[in-house]
């Protein structure tokens, strides 16, 4: 990750109601939690990976203090104004931070879609997958949402397979404005 020594006060949220570090759930390798404000660095590391510009573009977050500002004003307030967002992964053998998953609901969208990333040094290791089982279990019981989306770009091979093995089934092809790029649109009932 990226050596930088830097203070957040400026980039904290103003909810005061979601406590540092609160873990909404748990599995087998995995402790899943909230965002906070110091995991910027993590944040910027993920969003600038090989795999995450190459399936989703570049978020043109190149500095610790452009990714303090899309956790303050994407991550965070998306739990002020929704009560859940994207969540973070950490290794329980290490408490290392390894990747995002969750729910957002995206610009001119009335159905939340689960979205997902990973650090390239733990892919294929089957944490999206385990992530994301979990992640709908603690959604399905804890918020009245009955239909989740999930969109993929055509060639994210990978990821359409996770939402398959998910029980996610196929829509179709569309344009998304989000991505900038066709994707497959998925979708699944809770």
């Given at each position: ?11 904290s ?26 995991d910027a ?16 573009g ?14 303050k004003?994407?991550?965070l307030?998306e739990?002020?104004?929704r ?8 290794r ?11 729910l ?22 089957g944490?999206i ?6 992640i ?52 699944l009932s809770?």
């Open positions: 990750m990226i050596g930088l020594n830097l203070k957040f006060n400026d980039f949220s103003e909810n005061t109601s979601i406590p540092m570090k609160t873990d909404i759930a748990q599995s087998q390798r995995l402790k899943i939690r909230h965002f906070v404000k110091s660095e993590f944040l910027l590391a993920l969003l600038n990976s090989p795999r995450w510009v190459e399936m989703l570049s978020q043109d977050i190149m500095t610790i203090r452009n990714a303090a500002q899309y956790l004003n994407k991550i307030k739990y002020d104004t009560q859940y967002g994207f969540y973070l992964l950490e329980k053998e290490d408490q290392k931070p390894i990747g995002l998953c969750g957002t609901l995206r610009d001119g969208h009335s159905i939340p879609d689960l979205g997902f990333g990973i650090l390239p040094e733990h892919e294929e290791n944490y997958l385990e992530a994301s089982t979990t709908l279990d603690y959604i399905a019981k804890t918020f009245d949402i009955k239909t989740i989306d999930a969109f993929a770009t055509l060639p994210n091979i990978p990821s359409q397979h996770i939402l398959e093995r998910l029980g996610f089934s196929f829509k179709e092809e569309t344009y998304h404005t989000s991505f900038h790029a066709w994707v497959k649109h998925y979708q809770l």
